[in-house]
């Protein structure tokens, strides 16, 4: 059972953190795990784009492991308890799916996520004696692809975005006329500036279309690792220095490996 498995891994948390216990762990916080959090999240996405059930399963429980951990750092400082968080999150989809838990009925997918946003703002405006704004609950810790996508979903939903997907790729091509505008007067700021623009624009319209820049740009990543290394195993069998190759082997063995790639599809 899922409570029995968890009391098991809090038993070796205690275990860890006590007097007979790890010296690294005894001196962890939640401040220090912090990163580790973030390390192994990024490890538990990983094993799910790569389609291995068993990675995913160890992955899970690692993330599982840390988030236990620091729970049970905080209830030894008599902060809460791991089931106090466990309640708060219970609520709080309950309250944010009206239609599901209520009464309410939504015209749509757009208006149930305008009103999910009415309803987090309206959660963290609640005593602090002051309106909240639409950005408000956005992490400012996270990665710069998945916080551009998510200041686009919520400026959408607020009403602030391109009138179509038309006007939204016009913007891209002005991003890049900009951009390459910038490039060609040497300014590296402007460049700068222009290419971040771009990349903006860019997500917004991925965005449209039902594309999250971030998992987009990380298959292209995996997907170029992936050629790459049979254009070096192709170079192997053939007795060549890859890097010693002229720029019209490389790409020869390039579209050998993409071809490849293609045909097993």
Not at 221 to 248: C, I, N, T, W
Request: net charge negative.
């Amino acid at each position: 059972m899922p409570s029995q498995a968890l009391e098991k891994l809090l038993a070796v948390i205690d275990k860890l953190v006590g007097p007979d216990g790890c010296p690294w762990d005894k001196e962890q916080t939640p401040e220090r795990l912090g990163d580790y959090i973030i390390e192994e999240s990024h490890e538990l996405v990983s094993a799910i784009r790569s389609g291995s059930a068993a990675d995913v399963c160890e992955e899970l429980g690692d993330v599982a492991f840390l988030l236990l951990f620091v729970s049970r750092l905080y209830e030894r400082q008599g902060k809460f308890r791991f089931g106090d968080a466990l309640d708060a999150s219970r609520e709080k989809m309950i309250r944010r799916h009206p239609h599901v838990f209520g009464d309410r009925v939504f015209s749509g997918i757009n208006e149930q996520l305008e009103a999910w946003e009415q309803i987090k703002r309206a959660e963290h405006a609640e005593g602090r004696g002051a309106r909240q704004g639409v950005f408000v609950a956005l992490p400012d810790t996270l990665p710069p692809l998945i916080k551009a996508y998510r200041i686009h979903s919520k400026a959408a939903r607020a009403g602030f975005t391109w009138e179509d997907d038309e006007a939204a790729a016009q913007q891209v091509e002005a991003e890049w006329l900009e951009w390459l505008d910038a490039a060609v007067r040497g300014d590296a700021e402007a460049g700068k500036h222009e290419f971040g623009d771009l990349l903006f624009s860019l997500v917004e319209l991925g965005r449209r279309k039902g594309i999250k820049a971030s998992e987009a740009l990380d298959l292209a990543a995996r997907r170029f690792l992936r050629r790459f290394a049979r254009m070096e195993e192709l170079a192997g069998e053939r007795g060549q220095d890859f890097v010693s190759l002229s720029p019209d082997e490389k790409d020869s063995l390039w579209n050998r490996a993409k071809a490849e790639e293609s045909s097993s599809d």
